[in-house]
């Protein structure tokens, strides 16, 4: 059946093209921040096992589902050119389900929201937000090769850290959480960068001006490695100044791992990108972990 064929004679969504939709290989990264930002609150975490439960559930397949499907809705046009085959240019997802299925899990992602307190509340109309903002015109955020992969990296990294955190202490967060999440989400937008390289021709055809697209795929390359190092690097010295040596020097170790992992993708940035992604940032969330059970004990404050 053709694309054109599915689209008139397609009346409901394919289940499988849904969860496709809302990517579920996507997930990992907030979940994971979440769960960082529930140990360095320093509480318990097995009394309050529901909120981790469904902060967790919120932050993943709710909240970056959401993000995901409104993102494929906002760049069907884009993608019935570049790639045809994803869930809604090839009418697996038909008529307006797309848009649906990103309201209704909006929708679901404040309701949610709405039963961790309001710390937890909170979050999630910014998380909710900012998805909307980066992918919607007029504001269509993800247009920029700066404030898109800096909004992302916030939302993926820090925001879920802080959530966690906010969440668990029911207040505010310790002034350390508020470093490193920072810290990790500015860092995050060196990730971002280089996930932006699986879509380099599709961006510059398409008027998106990622680092990639702007500055071509070697500076572009660079500036994300020196983005991700530094603030990393300086959770190290954090980590020091705070009494936590231990656990600086084990940050220290993975860094110098994505150094290595580093000068092989800067060899060639446009092929290793994707290898890069999917060993670097491994590296790289290990040590916010690390981070999270070396401050969660700290009295420090601002």
Known sequence: MSVSESLHTRRWPDPAAALELIKPITWFPPMWAYLCGVVSAGVAPWPHWGLVAVGVILAGPVVCGMSQAANDWCDRRVDAINEPYRPIPSGRIPGRWGLWIALAMTALSLALGWTLGPWGFGATVVAVLAAWAYSAEPVRLKRSGWWGPGLVGLCYEGLPWFTGAAVLAQGAPAFPVLVVATLFALGAHGIMTLNDFKALEGDRQTGVNSLPVTLGPEVAAKIACIGM?????????????????????????????????????LHDPRAKAPWYNGTGVVLYVSGMMITAFAIRTLEIGP
């Open 229 to 265: 190092a530094v603030p990393q690097a300086v959770v190290v010295v954090m980590l020091f100044v705070w009494g936590r040596p231990w656990h600086g020097l084990a940050v220290a170790a993975v860094l110098l791992a994505q150094f290595a992992a580093m000068r092989v993708m």
